[in-house]
């Protein structure tokens, strides 16, 4: 709701200190607050690439006026398939620029509809179960690329429900179960709330599964 894509039926919203409401999702995007999806978004029968350069603002080529003259619009699009080659490298995701977007993994699917949402330079990125199918073999590149986030600067909002993988990426944590907000605070705080450990944790609270599994990797020295 917050990005556009549902309406509420009550309340009020707003980012930056703007209001929100009746602004479509495509707007609330240029605003700088874009989003992934849990099932993945991406064009298939279009290039990654192509992917990729759909995401980016200010396509002069899509205006009547400026497509019957290319000398306005192929500087522009130049530079922004210049920019989607860099994030596509950052992404690891290069190699593939050219393949139908069809023939990637699920988790390269992510990673790609997460480079996509930094086409738009965004102020705040939302993630809906950014690790939900992913192959463990790519869940530690995706909680490395979260956290580069955060390293730039962006303001991160995800949904998961891997409370192990929560707790190596968010500052803060609001837990819900049943529509209402049971617990509120840092991970470590909230993964210890009697409320948390019976709806999410049950007796494996104190053992971090992500490391167990596999599906992270923890510096030298720290548990």
Known sequence: MLTGFDKPDTGSWSFEGKSLAGIPAFKVAQMGQVR??????ALSLLTVLENMKLGAKDQRGEKL???IF????KPKEAEIEAKAMELLKRFKLDAKKDDFAASLSGGQRKLLEMARALMTDP?????????????????????????????????????????HMVRHIADWVIVMAEGKVVAEGPADEVMKNPAVID???????????????GRITLPKGKK
């Open 123 to 163: 102020v705040l990125v939302m993630l809906d179960e950014p690790m939900a199918g992913v192959n463990p073999a790519l869940t530690q590149s995706l909680l490395e690329h979260v956290l580069d986030l955060k390293t730039q600067g962006m303001t991160v909002l995800f949904v998961e429900h891997d409370m």
């Open 199 to 213: 709806a999410y944790l049950g007796s494996h609270q104190d053992t971090d599964l992500g490391t167990i599994t």
């Open 65 to 67: 006026l400026y497509s």
């Open 36 to 41: 992934t999806f849990q099932l993945t978004k």
């Open 70 to 73: 290319p000398f306005l619009w």
